[in-house]
């Protein structure tokens, strides 16, 4: 069965945010350094026109586009077992890849002086310039609040979040704010074989059922285990994706992501009422 351990980023990777700048390609800190220079203030975002107009409403200003990647080699390094069970090495990798790419965006995030960056992707990626190499993107808009206030996490960095400009408009007005995009990742084997006496019969195969089982809740532990270690009080938007990528049918990733939020200081009750709208189709 997969355990509840999680593979946490200072576990694996062990950059700092200034490293991290440090290691950014010439041509991106070119750019994010150019970003505002001789007065023109040029932002770009990939945000809707709907999502600029309410970020802008909410106080916030988009600084820029910002993305980070990693590119890995995606194989079987550990002999795969005639059973069920978690690749805990391919965990790991999977989990590094993501960090590394989400690390590099928050670095480009810091060098733009954001509060934060809204609407994350995180992309996963095939490349035919060699086997089983899959690149791993993060990208988002880094966003600064017209006026100062506490939105960084607690380790200093910009916040992160995957909530679209409505979401994050709508999450400020109900008194909270995004602390984070948090995720927890199960690299599982299942096993080839299959109960002798499921054969031709309309039963339930349980050690499969027991199996997937667990490895969703391991990743939803790590993905929490995340959330805790931000000081949050909850994840909303939490999705659960499962991927076989390079390793073939038997080997499934399952991914938990969400965003991390935590209650603004001193905030007012939303005045805002829900609303049903019925479409009209002729």
Not at 25 to 30: I, M, N, Q, V, Y
Not at 174 to 186: E, I, Q
Not at 248 to 266: K, M, N, R, Y
């Amino acid at each position: 069965m997969a355990e509840a351990s999680a593979p946490h980023a200072d576990e694996m990777v062990g950059e700092s945010l200034a490293q991290v700048e440090g290691a950014l390609p010439a041509g991106a800190r070119s750019r994010l350094a150019e970003a505002g220079s001789d007065g023109r203030k040029l932002f770009t975002s990939d945000l809707s026109v709907n999502e600029f107009l309410l970020l802008r409403h909410a106080g916030f200003r988009p600084l820029g586009l910002v993305l980070g990647s990693s590119i890995y080699r995606l194989g079987l390094s550990s002999r795969v077992r005639a059973g069920a069970g978690e690749m805990k090495e391919l965990s790991q990798a999977m989990y590094s890849a993501r960090e590394r790419a989400m690390t590099r965006m928050e670095a480009e995030a810091d060098l733009l002086g954001a509060d934060g960056v809204v609407g994350v992707h995180l992309d996963v990626r095939l490349r035919d310039f060699g086997k089983n190499l899959v690149e791993f993107v993060a990208i988002g808009t880094a966003i600064a609040a017209d006026t100062p206030g506490d939105w960084r996490t607690p380790a200093g960095k910009p916040f992160t979040s995957d909530l679209s400009g409505q979401d994050f408009w709508a999450l400020l007005q109900t008194g909270y704010a995004p602390r984070g995009l948090v995720l927890g990742n199960c690299v599982y084997h299942v096993g080839r074989f299959a109960s002798s006496r499921a054969i031709g019969q309309t039963v339930e195969v349980t050690g499969f059922t027991q199996g997937m089982y667990a490895a969703r809740e391991a990743a939803m532990a790590r993905m929490e285990a995340e959330a805790v270690a931000l000081e949050a009080e909850g994840i909303v938007g939490v999705d659960i994706e499962e991927s076989n990528h390079v390793w073939g049918s038997h080997v499934i990733e399952f991914l938990a992501i969400g965003t991390a939020v935590t209650p603004l200081p001193d905030a007012v009750e939303s005045l805002l009422i829900p609303h049903l709208v019925l479409p009209v189709e002729g």
